[in-house]
């Protein structure tokens, strides 16, 4: 059974900075194209960061370049995402996203975790 468990969500001020995990169980992470997706209310679910198995080389969605990091750890089976600079525009949920780099069929998402920036 995969699953796929996010946590390190919450509420923090206008420039402030929090840590998103995802802990993988069922799956070889080494295997994963690892992403982060976000859902504000009202609008559609968009990509925000993407490390490859191969190389982990990374994507970022323009609107956090430089402000946020993903990175991995395959012997914890575990993504983060790092959040600086967070601005009332990055509040919605983020959901850790598992696609396999050869089998389009297994993919697999988190239940989500609620990231909100108010003062």
């Known amino acids: 059974q995969v699953q796929l468990v996010e946590s390190g969500g919450g509420l923090v001020q206008p420039g402030g900075s929090l840590t998103l995990s995802c802990a993988a169980s069922?799956?070889?992470?080494?295997?994963?194209?690892m992403s982060w997706y976000r859902q504000a209310p009202a609008k559609e679910r968009e990509l925000v960061a993407r490390i490859v198995t191969a190389g982990g080389g990374t994507k970022y969605a323009d609107s956090v370049k430089g402000r946020f990091t993903i990175s991995r750890d395959n012997g914890k089976n575990t993504v983060y995402l790092q959040m600086n600079s967070l601005n009332t525009e990055d509040t919605a949920v983020y959901y850790c996203?598992?696609?396999?780099?050869?089998?389009?069929?297994?993919?697999?998402w988190g239940q989500g975790t609620q990231v909100t920036v108010s003062s």
């Open positions: 996203n598992a696609a396999h780099w050869a089998s389009s069929s297994s993919n697999y």
């Open positions: 069922g799956i070889t992470l080494s295997l994963y194209h």
